[in-house]
């Protein structure tokens, strides 16, 4: 080798293993920004993700039906409330079949929600759905209505029994001693129903006020109220006053009445205070209703709700017996209202003035 050919060969040799060396730096760099950026996010993504989902906590609250006026206000409030305290709540209807609220139940079980919140439409019918839901690690809250034997985190309800207990009063103070009464409640399966009806019986007890019979609107439906009022009136013994399940019903027995100028003429009690009962109360047609605070209601279970899904167990005041155990229970106080203090309970906190006097004549209005 001449020695020009030596210089070019040892020049080339030194500029492979530069290339080499740079290639092997660059390679290294690039895998360093692989593992830096690429691979990390991979790495980190499904964490951010859980993070998020983590966040957001899930309420599934299913309902009875919303043909009631109440029930859209509770569901509202709840939802809004929840909201505000950074829940989202997935509402469903199971338009009173047990069948679907069951299906409803599994749905928010396999959805993993953090509470699960039952307006029951049959408080035993639904309880192994929910015994399911407490398994899979889920809190149960019992709103409005009890759930029988299942063991529900929270049962948080009005005060039934009272609701019945001043009915009773009413019917104390002004049916004649010796009075008749006809009763006609909603479904058994709804556990409200016979603590209504409990409340209302240790009421009436000690006096000479009658019970003639007691029928039962399945569903709640309100038109039994009409057809029974109607065979009572017709077929069967007089009475002094009709006891409703709810306004609903009481609606429709005061349709059965007016239909023989009957309307005002026998004392008829609910509750709800529904617009129309309202309205019918200034009229004279219904007597009294049962207020019960339903946005009071639906905003402090919203807060429990969340404050479960955080941990936080709930500690009640009162405890209630739901067959098998006893369950921690929030109560709240229902409220007679009459044409006396409709203005003071009802007016402007739970509906406008002018929807409540809406058939009223304003010269009326002004003399009261
Ligand atoms: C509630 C009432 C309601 C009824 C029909 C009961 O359980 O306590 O307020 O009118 O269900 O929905």
Partial sequence: MNCLAKDLHDLSSKSMGVIVRITALCFLFLLIIVLTTGCSKKGQEPVEKEKEEKAAIKIGMTFDSFILERWQRDRDVFVSKSKELGAEVNVQNANGDLKEQISQIEYFIEKKMDVIVVVAIDSKGISEAVTKAKKAGIKVIAYDRLILNAGVDLYISFDNEKVGALMADYMKDNLPPNGKILMICGPLADN??????????????????????????????????????????????????????????????????AERRLAGEISVV???????????????????????????????????????????????????????????????????????????????????????????????????
């Fill in 192 to 257: 409200n129903v016979s603590l209504v009806m409990d409340g209302f019986m240790n009421g009436i007890k000690g006096t000479k006020l009658a019970v003639i019979g007691t029928e039962y609107a399945a569903g709640w439906h309100p038109e039994t109220a009409f057809t029974v009022t109607n065979q009572y009136l017709l077929v069967r013994s007089k009475f002094d006053g009709i006891m409703c399940g709810n306004d609903n019903l009481a609606g429709q027995a005061i349709k059965a009445l």
């Fill in 270 to 368: 609910g509750q709800d205070a529904d617009l129309d009962a309202c309205q019918r109360i200034v009229e004279g047609t219904q007597n009294m209703t049962v207020y019960k605070p339903v946005e009071k209601l639906a905003s402090l279970a919203a807060e429990y709700a969340v404050a479960m899904a955080k941990g936080v167990k709930a500690e009640t005041k009162d405890t209630f017996f739901d067959g098998a155990q006893d369950v921690p229970y929030e109560k709240l106080e229902p409220i007679a209202v009459t044409k006396d203090n409709m203005d003071e309970v009802i007016v402007g906190d739970y509906h406008l003035k002018e929807d409540v006097y809406l058939n009223i004549p304003k010269e009326e209005q002004d003399k009261n």
